[in-house]
């Protein structure tokens, strides 16, 4: 997939997910349970968060420096999670967005968009919106 196709994607993914948890009450959107204890709020947070991340990595990349390395994923989620939470829901939206613009703004700068900067965006990004998408929409129909 080109650079452009992927950019479109993880717009037009992006737009479903925001979809997706404007579509719940707002009364529903700090109840845990769109995935084992995580409401939507939550996942807007993951969303966004991740996002960030992928930026920084594409950004190091570009400039030729090392990726960051294996970790504790589970606990940097957990973490990602007890963060969110301590955010108002606009400071969510406010900060996802931005994370969003950095990362594809990272990858619209790379020379050359190689099968790691790919992977990388394409799991934290559109794939990643897509499968919590998906999940969002479950728990508002349940």
Partial sequence: M?????????DAAWKAFVASVDALPE????????????????????????AGYVGDVL??????????????WD?????????????SWDDIWTRSEE???????ALAALTDVTAAAEEEFSGETYEHYEEHTAEVAAFAAA
């Fill in 2 to 10: 080109d650079r452009d196709e992927m950019l479109a994607r993880e």
């Fill in 27 to 50: 009364d529903r959107r700090d109840v845990e349970g769109v995935v084992p204890g995580w409401s939507a709020k939550d996942l807007a947070w993951h969303n966004g968060y991740w």
């Fill in 59 to 72: 950004e190091a990349i570009g400039a030729g420096r090392p990726v960051p390395a294996d970790q504790d």
């Fill in 75 to 87: 606990a940097l989620n957990d973490q990602v999670i007890v963060d969110g939470r301590a955010m």
């Fill in 99 to 105: 994370n969003r613009s950095r990362a594809r703004a």
